[in-house]
């Protein structure tokens, strides 16, 4: 009889992460009720993508997908599993599973984490600031969570490992299919050294799309989120509202009035969707527990 683990593994290749109708109906009624009312092939015929879901399912191949994921050194979780991130159950539309590589143990520490985000193009003050950020949050033991992508995200996981920190990069693709490519040595060194974390199949991979969708991963699993420099529509800042979607508390860094790298925090600041932030000990005030200071 089909367990709602291996359910969820089904649906999770067979479902892109865009399409947050299917995860929808795993939380709503469960993984293995929502794959016999696939298999059933009558309950769904309004969804548009229905017959490619469907043609999926009933080829899948248990033990395939098992072993493409053990292929890659990765592992799969869902929510049954006892280290399960109990704050993606947060987001409207919780992943159906995750892939990941690296120390799990990681996922057991992450009510002490942030995340920082930021322009792929900063400035040498924003390079600054988050290596300045992710360093002092190492000091204290504070998971560093990030995107893997060029400028802001890489310096905060590179800072994280120099001080001997644990990061966590969020895949856009798959743990065999790493984005931006020039990065793979730093991925390399975040799965051996920290965690890397994928809504998709090993080979899948990257795509536009699916950049805004893990962004809202990056805001659940971290207890709050840092902007440093981010141009006035860009991922950092539907990052950030994510973040404040699900009641975390997100900071942006202020900056040079005339950069157009500082437009994005001085909007989050001005629509009053972020506090300002000019250093870690200013974050903690606000996240950590009275009783824990």
């Known amino acids: ?3 709602e683990k291996t359910a969820k593994l089904i649906l999770f290749a067979a479902v892109d992460p865009v399409d947050t109708f299917w995860q929808g109906e795993v939380l709503r009624i469960g993984a293995v009720n929502t794959y016999q009312k696939i298999i059933k092939g009558s309950a769904y015929l309004n969804i548009s993508d229905f017959p490619q879901i469907r043609n999926k399912v009933l080829r899948a191949n248990v033990e395939y997908l098992k072993s493409e994921i053990i292929a890659a050194n990765a592992q799969f979780i869902s929510s049954e599993d006892f280290d399960w991130p109990l704050s993606c159950q ?15 143990k990681l996922l057991t520490q992450l009510n002490n984490s942030i995340s920082i985000v930021g322009s792929r193009r900063p400035t040498n003050y924003g390079l600054s600031v988050a290596t300045q950020l992710a360093t002092d949050a190492c000091k204290q033991e504070i998971v560093v969570i990030s995107g ?6 890489t310096a905060a996981h590179k800072a994280t490992l120099m001080a001997g920190g644990k990061t966590l990069a969020v895949l856009a693709g798959g743990v065999n299919n790493l984005y931006p490519f020039e990065n793979r040595q730093l991925f390399a060194k975040i799965a051996e050294n920290g965690l890397l974390i994928s809504e998709v199949m090993p080979s899948v991979k990257t795509m536009p799309a699916r950049f805004l969708n893990r962004n809202r991963l990056i805001a659940a699993l971290s207890m709050a989120t840092v902007v440093v420099e981010a141009e006035f529509v860009s991922g950092s800042i539907r990052t950030a509202r994510d973040a404040a979607e699900i009641f975390r508390p997100v900071f942006a860094i202020p900056g040079q009035i005339s950069s157009k790298l500082s437009d994005g925090c001085h909007r989050l600041i001005a629509e009053r969707i972020a506090d300002i932030a000019t250093s870690l000990d200013e974050i903690l005030e606000v996240i950590t527990p009275l009783q824990l200071r």
Do not use: E, F, N
Not at 90 to 104: F, N, T
Not at 148 to 153: E, N, T
């Open 1 to 3: 009889m089909l367990d």
């Open 90 to 104: 947060d987001l409207s539309a919780p992943p159906i599973g995750l892939v990941i590589k690296g120390d799990r």
């Open 148 to 153: 893997g992508a060029y400028g802001i995200d």
